[in-house]
């Protein structure tokens, strides 16, 4: 089974950033895609997603300000989000989908931007 702990979110004002992580830990084979979901009041997104070899996707909504990144080594995926705007706010959710077992869920992470 892999766990997956995610860290990074809090309060920022319009225009700034934060940069939110993902470790995922347990009985690891091989993690092929790596990303994140948000969720707001009625409204669930991808935001942005990496395979192992680094091809990137991201939502139109994100394109230019977030950038999502991974570490292999460390079974670590990144998201750098910068010019955030209120309607980021959401509750932001790592995945990793495990060659054994498929995909698994981070607890999830709040992120806040309002002034």
């Known amino acids: 089974q892999v766990q997956l702990m995610e860290s990074g979110g809090g309060l920022v004002q319009p225009g700034g950033s934060l940069r939110l992580s993902c470790t995922a830990s347990g009985s690891i084979f091989r993690i092929n895609a790596m990303g994140w979901y948000r969720q707001a009041p009625g409204k669930r997104e991808l935001v942005a997603t990496i395979?192992?070899?680094?091809?990137?996707n991201y939502a139109d909504s994100v394109k230019g300000r977030f950038t999502i990144s991974r570490d292999n080594a460390k079974n670590t995926v990144y998201l750098q989000m910068n010019s955030l705007k209120p309607e980021d706010t959401a509750v932001y959710y790592c995945h990793a989908d495990a060659a054994i077992g498929g995909r698994n869920w981070g607890q999830g992470t709040q992120v806040t931007v309002s002034s």
């Open positions: 395979t192992y070899g680094g091809i990137t």
